[in-house]
């Protein structure tokens, strides 16, 4: 089975923080993304990687960074957390193949104080 | 751009009842994907059925069924009488040629006992 891990379910984080959201996925996955979910707005793409130190921008990437350095492993980084960035964070991957699904962690839901 | 809109917010049905979910989508792309994902309370997504733009066949499996209009730019979700583990926020999502999806609002289905 397809696993994409997220290291933590809940973080509670103070305004001006640096915080990072680890992601790793163990089926040698080109594709990685990070989503955040809202109510009301479903998931939105901040960030996609679809290689090692690649990334591209999706649609709302304004405040976060992201880090590729290894296949199995895609950090965002919120270089300095306010509270509108309050959320659900997912995670997910893929093969860059048309008959590929994207692959889900279970999320990390982040509370900026 | 691609949109996906699921109108109705929440559904609550009693146990048994059959509930269909809504999903219009619209893109500019002629090779696309549609998708529908269950998110349970445990938040990781589950990924329930991929359709591409050149299958309008309707599929069956088990007491879920899904409607592809192609005509009317919909994909429509239906849960034949529904149960207590139905109970989630479910996702339509539509992946254009750059592999990145686009998912609508959701819909939370709620089923009573």
């Known amino acids: 089975d397809v696993k994409v891990t997220q290291s933590s379910r809940y973080l509670v984080k103070r305004t001006g923080e640096k915080v990072f959201l680890e992601c790793v996925q163990d089926?040698?996955?080109?594709?990685m993304f990070w989503y955040r979910q809202d109510p009301g707005l479903g998931l939105r793409l901040i960030y996609f990687?679809?290689?090692?130190?690649?990334?591209e921008k999706g649609d709302i990437p304004e405040g976060y960074s992201v880090s590729r350095e290894k296949k199995e492993r895609f950090s965002l980084i919120l270089e300095s957390a306010s509270t509108n960035q309050t959320s659900m964070y997912l995670c997910?991957?893929?093969?860059?193949?048309?008959?590929?699904?994207?692959?889900f962690g279970a999320g990390t839901r982040l509370s900026v104080l | 751009a691609q949109k996906v809109t699921q109108a109705q917010t929440e559904i609550s049905v009693v146990e048994k009842e059959d509930v269909t979910l809504d999903c219009v989508y619209e893109?500019?792309?002629?090779?696309?994907?549609l998708f529908w994902y269950k998110q349970p309370p445990s938040g990781e997504l589950v990924f329930l059925i991929r359709?591409?733009?050149?299958?309008?066949q309707n599929e069956i499996s088990g007491r879920y069924s899904w409607n592809f209009q192609k005509s009317t730019s919909s994909f429509n979700f239906t849960i034949t009488a529904s149960q207590v583990v139905d109970s989630a926020v479910y996702f339509c999502?539509?992946?254009?040629?750059?592999?990145?999806?686009?998912f609508g609002a959701g819909t939370t289905v709620t089923v009573r006992a």
């Open positions: 997910a991957s893929s093969f860059p193949s048309r008959t590929d699904i994207q692959y």
């Open positions: 089926m040698d996955h080109e594709n």
């Open positions: 990687s679809y290689d090692v130190k690649m990334k």
């Open positions: 893109t500019r792309d002629t090779t696309y994907y």
């Open positions: 359709r591409n733009s050149f299958d309008e």
């Open positions: 999502a539509l992946e254009g040629w750059d592999y990145k999806l686009s």
